[in-house]
């Protein structure tokens, strides 16, 4: 729907989000709404894998670098250090693949 109207298309201009759905469903099939989606996913899916692997080993390693042998003993701090960690470490390693 975003790129509808970015790209001004004419049948699209002016119209609201819900007006572009049934306009796309009636000119283009029920599927057109998920039109796009495949690659959205293709690209989510290593990304969130490399997130959520990432943030448990840097919050592990944080945690035994602090000292704090339980997780109840943790400060938020280190959860926040960790997903920063996390999202810059998915982020690099899914840029540099799509490099290649």
């Given at each position: ?9 004419p ?17 283009e ?20 894998a490399?997130?959520l ?25 280190l959860y ?20 290649i």
């Amino acid at each position: 729907m975003a790129i509808l109207q970015q790209t001004r298309n004419p049948d699209y201009l002016g119209l609201s989000i819900p007006q572009i759905l049934k306009n796309m469903v009636k000119n283009e099939g029920a599927l057109s709404v998920f039109k796009g989606n495949g690659a959205n996913v293709i690209r989510i899916m290593p990304f969130a894998a490399i997130e959520l692997f990432t943030f448990e080993f840097y919050k592990a390693q944080l945690i035994k670098i602090s000292g704090n042998n339980s997780l109840n003993d943790s400060k938020g701090g280190l959860y926040l250090l960790a997903g920063g960690l996390a999202g810059m470490t998915a982020s690099a390693s899914v840029f540099f693949y799509s490099l290649i």
